[in-house]
């Protein structure tokens, strides 16, 4: 299993970046795939979730309504709209995935995901 993600960058505040998690090695089908934040000396925390079987979605208070994941079944690729960025939203960026969950997404933290990509930096200034 491969996680190879893409799209991040510099922007200023209140622009938008679109990140992408292209797998390879498993498909979405049924999984949960979340994308997770790590600013610099922070712990990693997630951001947004889905359930790609019902296609539920789930964020942080911290981007509810700024940032949007969804998910291309044919591209077997999931994506994070990011907009109205702020300065917080800076950090390493990693997409995670479980094939095979035993129930949806809702609250999952880091250790709940068994796979991982190697992160793409987000830097938003003010």
């Known amino acids: 299993v491969q996680l190879v993600e893409s799209g991040g960058g510099s922007e200023q505040a209140g622009g938008s970046l679109r990140l992408s998690c292209a797998a390879s090695?498993?498909?979405?089908?049924?999984?949960?795939t979340g994308w997770l934040r790590q600013p610099p000396d922070e712990a990693r925390d997630p951001v947004a979730s889905?359930?790609?079987?019902?296609?539920?979605?789930y964020y942080s208070d911290s981007v509810k309504g700024r940032f949007t994941i969804s998910r291309d079944s044919a591209k077997n690729a999931v994506y994070l709209q990011m907009n109205n960025l702020k300065p917080e939203d800076t950090g390493t960026y990693y997409c995670?995935?479980?094939?095979?969950?035993?129930?949806?997404?809702?609250?999952?933290?880091?250790?709940?995901?068994?796979?991982w990509g190697q992160g793409t930096q987000v830097t938003v200034s003010s």
């Open positions: 995670a995935l479980d094939p095979f969950p035993i129930n949806n997404c809702e609250n999952w933290v880091p250790d709940d995901y068994n796979h």
């Open positions: 090695g498993i498909t979405y089908k049924s999984a949960c």
């Open positions: 889905i359930y790609t079987l019902e296609g539920d979605t």
